[in-house]
């Protein structure tokens, strides 16, 4: 299974505007490529947060042909709103959940954010691409894109404007 | 006076890999393409930081067509290696600093970090463009490109990969 991690970032790295939460702040131009490029993923996996703000669309937009995971401490929280192979919540490793989608027989993952599910799912050596859009913003402090030290090495794939925007879309491989 | 901020960063935003000073991490080609575009400016700010950095290196390289300013609260500490309108140490605000430079008739200033200096020009609303170079590196932790909170929106003005490399040149006008 490819496994690809999707973020729009400021360009000094910030995945949010200081404190506030959400995405509010991207472009009108990441978030139709992001709409366009979302289906030829049939995984997702995002932290607990992020599903919380995506929640009432996503429950509206359930679909057998794309598994969502959510990483959660407290996966019973949310028991009401699982469905197998569906909508599922996990505390367990990236390797397990990367392994359960696996075995699902699911093929491109987009990993949809935020820190901690970038930091853990880049710790364990499971992202083989990463899709940044470049935000024409500068926040200074914010949610970093990632958190824990790394020293990961990428191969440029491809790099775009996104239409009649300042933003650019980056695409790289990472390197093993 | 155009003033330019040039930098290069990892995708996430550090302009040292972890704690470590220096920019020998950052690749040849943003290091050939730096070289060939200082010449086209008549002034160049730099920290205290940066300076001791290449000092060595600018000190056999001072040229009255290139006036060096370097930020430091100590400038008295460096009296020995100043020259009027060619190198000068001044603990004053990026305005007077501004100022000083565009009354001794200079044109295109370049901000080449690092973050204090970036941070203090940037806040005072002097940079006219950013040129950064996206390594294709991430680092999770490390000196920031800027710390103080900002909300900057920029324009993009040109966007390229350099030459046989990984990385991306993203140029960018400040927006006012």
């Known amino acids: ?16 505007k200081h404190d506030l939460p959400g995405t509010a702040w991207t472009s009108a ?7 366009k490029c979302l289906p030829q993923f049939d995984a997702n996996v995002m932290g607990r947060v992020t599903y919380e703000t995506i929640r009432p669309h996503l429950l509206s937009d359930l ?3 794309r598994f969502r995971f959510v ?8 028991a009401s709103d699982a469905q197998p192979e569906i909508l599922e919540f996990s505390a367990e490793s990236a390797a397990n959940i990367a392994s359960t989608l696996e ?10 954010g935020g820190t901690r599910v970038h930091d853990d799912f880049l710790q364990a050596g499971l992202v083989d691409e990463i899709w940044v859009t470049i935000e024409p913003k500068l926040f200074g ?6 958190k824990l030290p790394q020293d990961i090495s990428l191969t440029l794939i491809d790099y775009q404007r996104l239409a009649a925007s300042d933003s650019v879309l980056l695409k790289y491989r990472v390197r093993r």
């Open 141 to 146: 402090t914010g949610t970093p894109v990632v």
């Open 103 to 112: 075995k699902s027989g699911r093929k491109h993952c987009a990993i949809l």
């Open 1 to 16: 299974m490819r496994i690809v991690l999707i973020v729009a970032q400021s360009l000094d790295g910030f995945i949010t």
């Open 71 to 78: 990483l959660t401490s407290s996966p019973a929280r949310f």
């Open 63 to 65: 679909d057998p042909t």
């Open 29 to 35: 131009a990441d978030k139709a490529w992001f709409r």
